[in-house]
T-cell receptor, first 113, second 111 residues
Framework: DGGITQSPKYLFRKEGQNVTLSCEQN?????MYWYRQDPGQGLRLIYY???????QKGDIAEGYSVSREKKESFPLTVTSAQKNPTAFYLC????????????FGPGTRLTVL | GNSVTQMEGPVTLSEEAFLTINCTYT??????LFWYVQYPGEGLQLLLK?????DKGSNKGFEATYRKETTSFHLEKGSVQVSDSAVYFC??????????FGTGTQLKVEL
């Protein structure tokens, strides 16, 4: 089945630790995105990448880092510099040709204790 | 940049009632427009889309028409079911192959 996978679904970390969230897609999409969702709020863009080895900051990039070494993978690291990391993190991908329809993974809920 | 305004929720309806969720947007150029749905604890699923003015997107009984003159893309369904309870997001495309999401509208359908 083609799709986007995120792992793990739930993640717990102690304050001050870096943590990396996984995102993999087998849709052969060029672009990948990371969003953060807080309770009762919409999605805010953290980082996005349109091509391997290149990525751009979104609206709330501070305290996060990404890499895009392979087309199918776009891991997100939540660093200790992120002041309020507890949130639901969503990864998405899209084909650059066409109408930018994005396909989403199931999400990772990160809780920092 | 782009922006989206959705009606605030929660919207609470009885089963078989008519649904409207309003969405207006500001965008440069001619964006494509999307409605996504999110069930509790899950990611977003594309519900429907429209890519040019006067297009009507439809799926699973939901419809929305791209109204360029009013910059609106209101979501409608003639008869809602309990299983439609979810959060609905309106999203136009923007520059750099990005989407701009509204804050979402929670729909609760009761028996």
């Amino acid at each position: 089945d083609g799709g986007i996978t995120q792992s793990p679904k739930y993640l717990f970390r102690k304050e001050g630790q870096n943590v990396t969230l996984s995102c993999e897609q087998n849709l052969n999409h060029d672009a990948m995105y990371w969003y953060r969702q807080d309770p009762g709020q919409g999605l805010r863009l953290i980082y996005y990448s349109q091509i391997v080895n290149d990525f751009q900051k979104g609206d709330i990039a501070e305290g996060y880092s990404v890499s895009r070494e392979k087309k199918e993978s776009f891991p997100l690291t939540v660093t200790s510099a992120q002041k309020n990391p507890t949130a639901f993190y969503l990864c998405a991908s899209s084909n650059l040709a066409g109408h930018n329809e994005q396909f989403f993974g199931p999400g990772t809920r990160l809780t920092v204790l | 940049g782009n922006s989206v305004t959705q009606m605030e929720g929660p919207v609470t309806l009885s089963e078989e009632a008519f649904l409207t969720i309003n969405c207006t947007y500001t965008a440069t150029g001619y964006p494509s427009l999307f409605w996504y749905v999110q069930y509790p604890g899950e990611g977003l699923q594309l519900l429907l889309k429209a890519t040019k003015a006067d297009d009507k997107g439809s799926n699973k009984g939901f419809e929305a028409t791209y109204r360029k003159e009013t910059t609106s893309f209101h979501l409608e369904k003639g008869s809602v079911q309990v299983s439609d309870s979810a959060v609905y997001f309106c999203a136009p495309t923007g520059g750099g192959n990005k989407l701009t999401f509204g804050t979402g509208t929670q729909l609760k359908v009761e028996l």
